[in-house]
């Protein structure tokens, strides 16, 4: 009967799809199955008895027999040095790069360590290719943001000589074409200049220029500068900041920047003649920014790519509301940068909020009682 059981697992070891190396307490191969032998050339035979780091290349043989011995002490199910990149020695002295689980098996008089070994070869091709093209986007778009700086910068400087020396008698609906003109620019020259931004930050370009400044001071700038804009839709800025100094070292044109960009996607998709609430408060060993409205919110299925370059929701575009989409992708770089987070918390219908943590690693804090102004 129990040589029937063992049979039937042998079989079942053959039909597995992954390599599979069974060892004993002290390292040494038990067993093997097919597999092995295909992905790693070896004769199979000729493995049962050596110590299982002939498998591995050479540089990771001696922390793997720590590893080893730290596994016998405790051993369960899991996989092995996750998020690690690891690989085996083929017998021609190739290595593969593999995934391995690792699970633990009682026998009659020894633990055994079962190892799932999974040849992930073709997807780390596939993941390089894509981090390939990526780069080779990410340069595209720089590329041709900086060729099209040029051109846009010369068209707004002429439009705005032609706007300052508009001759007499230009008809109302030409004039409207050269303000056009001059807006459109003005717009071309933002996404040109976000697009820029963003590929820089991406490509490890931008040095934040650190400087230890009072948080409250960020926050009300960012305000009074949304509010003359919050004004032409009738919503209305509410501040809340702590009474005394909230000190932080960052980037304070940077993290302004992050603050205007949420104001102001407050004041785009926020509630006509509503109001926007923006609070800075210390949370545990970090400032929290926060910025609230009461728009239409976000769908669920939406939120986690809003952060997304180039990521506009359809009935936001088909409103016509401006933007294109880079907003929040740049902040979100940004708050990365400051070793911060940022996340949005939506119920669709009742507007949205969108929060900003910085580590208090990087801030001083002198007290947290809130005033309103
Ligand atoms: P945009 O320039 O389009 O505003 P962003 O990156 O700032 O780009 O925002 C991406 C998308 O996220 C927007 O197009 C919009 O659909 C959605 N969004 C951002 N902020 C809000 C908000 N406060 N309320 C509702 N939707 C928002």
Known sequence: MRALVESQVRGLLELA??????????????????????????????????????????????AHRDHRADYQRAPRSRSMGSGLDLSCRCA?????????????????????????????????????????????????LANISH???????????SIGVVLA?????????????????????????????DLLELAQIQAGLTQLRLDQVDLRTLVRQ???????????RGQRITVSVPSRRLLATVDPERIGRVLLNLLSNAQKYGREGGEIQLSLH???????????????GIPPGDQEHIFNRFYRRTRDTEGGRLGHGLGLAIARTLVDLHGGTIWVESTPGYGATFSVSLPLARIERAGNKETRS
């Open 282 to 296: 210390r949370r545990r060993s970090a400032a929290v920014v926060q910025v609230v409205d009461d728009g239409d």
């Open 165 to 193: 020396n508009e001759p007499p008698g230009t008809s109302p609906p030409l004039r409207r074409m050269f303000v056009n003109i001059d807006l459109a620019a003005d717009r071309m020259i933002k996404l040109v200049d």
């Open 147 to 157: 060729d099209l700086r040029t051109p846009l910068t010369a068209i707004k400087a």
């Open 222 to 232: 960012a305000a009074q500068t949304i509010e003359p804009l919050a004004l032409e």
């Open 17 to 62: 799809p992954d390599a599979i190396v069974i060892t004993n307490s002290a390292g040494r191969i038990v067993l093997v199955n097919r597999q092995v032998e295909h992905m790693l050339g070896y004769d199979r035979a000729a493995l049962i008895g050596q110590p299982v780091e002939m498998l591995l290349p050479e540089r990771f043989r001696m």
């Open 92 to 140: 021609d002295g190739r290595e593969v790069p593999v995934e391995i689980s690792l699970s633990p098996m009682e026998a009659d008089d020894d633990t055994l360590v079962i190892s799932v070994i999974r040849d992930v070869s073709e997807r780390k091709r596939i993941e390089e290719a894509h981090r390939q093209l990526e780069r080779e986007k990410d340069e595209f």
